[in-house]
């Protein structure tokens, strides 16, 4: 299993930018899909945005499609996410989720993440 920490949240502007990090130990990291999840307090944790373990494929929630950008560098076994004209409904604890064995082609909006980090909170004002 993966070990997982993010990093990068904080205070933001509406507007403004931020750029989470995940990183992950373990060797096998390049063969792990990687996804960011957001949750808000009395809601259920929603999908942001995934990678699959190649790089190659990306996925996106509606919300955040054209504004938040997923990569990966399975080099340095972190996975980013760059967030750009944030508004203060993205304010929620983001969270970063690993899984092994999924097929480069899945559609990772439908696949069940086993590894999760702790979050890091991500606040919007207007």
């Known amino acids: 299993q993966v070990q997982l920490v993010e990093s990068g949240g904080g205070l933001v502007q509406a507007g403004g930018s931020l750029r989470l990090s995940c990183a992950a130990s373990?060797?096998?990291?390049?063969?792990?899909?990687m996804g960011w999840f957001r949750q808000t307090p009395g809601k259920e944790r929603e999908f942001v945005a995934a990678?699959?373990?190649?790089?190659?494929?990306?996925y996106y929630a509606d919300s955040v499609k054209g504004r938040f950008t997923i990569s990966r560098d399975n080099a340095k076994n972190t996975v980013s996410l760059q967030m750009n004209s944030l508004k203060p409904e993205d304010t929620a604890v983001y969270y970063c989720?690993?899984?092994?064995?999924?097929?480069?082609?899945?559609?990772?909006?439908?696949?069940?993440?086993?590894?999760w980090g702790q979050g890091t909170q991500v606040t919007v004002s207007s």
């Open positions: 373990g060797r096998t990291f390049s063969r792990y899909s």
């Open positions: 990678i699959s373990w190649s790089g190659g494929r990306t």
């Open positions: 989720a690993a899984e092994g064995g999924v097929n480069d082609y899945a559609d990772l909006r439908l696949t069940t993440f086993g590894s």
